[in-house]
């Protein structure tokens, strides 16, 4: 098996996440429920998770980090922490994931809010003079996909955070923490919203928000928060505003298992490994006839270890089943919940054919990918 | 669980009567203070991560402390308080201030008589 699709989930986990992820299921894990041993030992769990977070983002104070389920959870809660209302302005990129795209539209068409989403440029990458361009007084707000899920494209977000001005911004890293250095992100991206179980190397099913000092926030859901049990009103302070109900402690365990190994390979080791996967990737791939890629071109360094590609004469679907079928390799097709971005890049409806790489792939992976390829649209595929 | 229990799950026990020093792996149960005449000053904090944030600090500093949990005399919430000898005052609250980790509120433990006590050096 060739494993390329971990822009879908990263496979595999570092062993130290397996291994966290069975301790925690051997004790008894209530995070900040209760004063016995085992409680305090899960809440310190939980705990080096935030530290390890906040680490990856930059973040001074590990209280700003929360706990989400995934990334779409935490969009949602960021966006509806804005508390936007009738004659807001929003913009976003034109490659949004549906994890941003839907809240917006949701916001957008029962709120009355006016929602904008700006074009990459002919390369495929956004450009921050177009946000800054389409700035308006009424503008409250800036949503942006880091990295494509489908195009790999990376976001100028800082350069499109400074053109912005003093409008907030939320950061989608799901494609991007974890894969790309992002250590000094939380001094001026107002939300960071992540995901675990992709380049950070965690479990599925943890995620949250990074929060900048001075963001206003609100609860997606209240309940149980282990503080303030005398009244009915759930905590105002972070992070307990943001984590009704018991946190997912055995995923938890291991995301700060998994955020401890990245720290001590260095994201920007991974960062090198990935893109030079991409590279060898591209560069073989870029000779097959007939064969197109999305996003930025071989060469082009603004983007992440994911590249789509639309082949001549089949469909992104029988692409992916042949390369399954005949070499083991594991792509994605179709529109990856991104349909948007599709569209920004002239692949909808038809979709395209995904090839994700992650720290745990090999250059030998790289070129039969690409070989693979060669061979399919040569007519000379395994079958 | 009681007092006791918690204090047991992280420190030595203490022996009565000596004094505790050097580092917040010693401990005292706080439902039987020593015989020094001193009281327990049980630091509540906002949130579970405000209290792991000063567990952390007040270790690494190898300060005199206990983690016992919130005495519900005083606070309904379920989580854990820091306790720690009145003498040792001078030692953790301005470590914890100097660090922001300055607690919600706090309170003087005599045996089972509690009292509110002040954070601003008054106490």
Redesign the interface.
């Known amino acids: 098996m060739i494993y390329l699709d971990n822009a879908a989930t990263s496979f595999p986990k570092p062993e130290a996440v397996v291994k966290a992820v069975e301790r925690a299921m051997l004790a008894p894990a209530s995070?900040?429920?209760?004063?016995?041993?085992a409680a305090?030992a899960a809440?310190?769990t939980v705990?080096r998770a935030?530290k390890g977070m906040a680490k990856i983002f930059g973040a001074s104070d590990?209280?700003r980090v929360c706990f989400a389920p995934n990334v779409t959870w935490a969009i949602n809660a960021a966006v509806g922490g804005f508390g936007l209302g009738p004659g807001a302005h929003v913009l976003s990129g034109s490659l949004e994931h549906n994890s941003t795209a839907r809240p917006l539209a949701l916001i957008s068409g029962a709120s009355g809010i006016e929602w904008e989403a700006v074009p990459p440029g002919p390369d495929g990458v956004l450009d921050p003079e177009e946000f800054r361009r389409r700035l308006r007084a009424d503008t409250r707000l800036i949503v942006l996909n880091h990295a494509s899920n489908v195009t790999g494209a990376l976001a100028p977000a800082r350069e499109i955070k400074e053109a912005a001005g003093d409008v907030p911004m939320i950061v989608d890293t799901a494609q991007t923490a974890g894969s790309v250095p992002l250590d000094g992100m939380a001094s001026w991206a107002d939300v960071i919203c992540f995901t675990g179980h992709k380049g950070l190397l965690g479990p599925t099913g943890t995620g949250g928000l990074c929060i900048r000092e001075g963001t206003p926030f609100r609860p997606l859901a209240v309940g149980g928060s282990?503080?303030?049990?005398?009244s009915l009103e759930h905590?105002d302070?972070l992070?307990?505003a943001l984590e009704a109900g018991t946190q997912n402690t055995h995923g938890l365990a291991g995301l700060a298992a998994a955020a401890e190994f990245l720290l001590a390979a260095g994201v920007e080791n991974v960062r090198a490994h990935e893109m030079r996967l991409t590279g060898i990737f591209m560069e073989g791939a870029s000779k097959v006839p007939g064969l197109a890629f999305l996003g930025p071109g071989p060469g082009d360094p603004r983007r992440v270890a994911t590249v789509s590609v639309v082949m001549e004469g089949i469909s992104s679907s029988d692409l992916a089943r042949r390369l399954e079928e005949g070499y083991g390799i594991m792509t994605r097709s179709g529109l990856h919940c991104a349909p948007m971005a599709h569209r920004a890049s002239g692949s909808f409806p038809g979709g395209a054919t995904r090839f994700s790489f992650g720290l745990f792939n090999t250059e030998e992976e790289a070129v039969a990918a690409a070989g693979a390829l060669g061979e399919i649209a040569a007519g000379r595929g395994r079958r | 669980m009681s007092a006791g229990a918690a204090a047991r799950r992280t420190r030595t026990a203490a022996r009565p009567g000596l004094p505790l020093t050097g580092t917040g792996k010693a401990g005292g149960r706080q439902d039987s203070p020593l015989n020094d005449g001193q009281g327990d000053i049980i630091l509540v904090f906002a949130s579970n991560t405000r209290i792991l944030e000063a567990e952390e600090l007040l270790e690494e500093g190898g300060l005199p402390f206990i983690l016992v949990p919130v005495p519900k005399e005083v606070n309904p919430n379920c989580g854990l308080a820091i306790s720690l000898r009145e003498g040792d005052r001078d030692l953790i609250l301005p470590a914890l201030a100097d660090a922001g980790l300055m607690p919600q509120s706090a309170y003087l433990r005599r045996g089972d008589e509690f009292a509110g006590y002040p954070l601003d050096g008054s106490g």
């Open positions: 995070p900040g429920r209760s004063g016995h041993a305090h809440s310190r705990y935030r590990p209280e282990g503080s303030r049990s005398e905590p302070f992070p307990d």
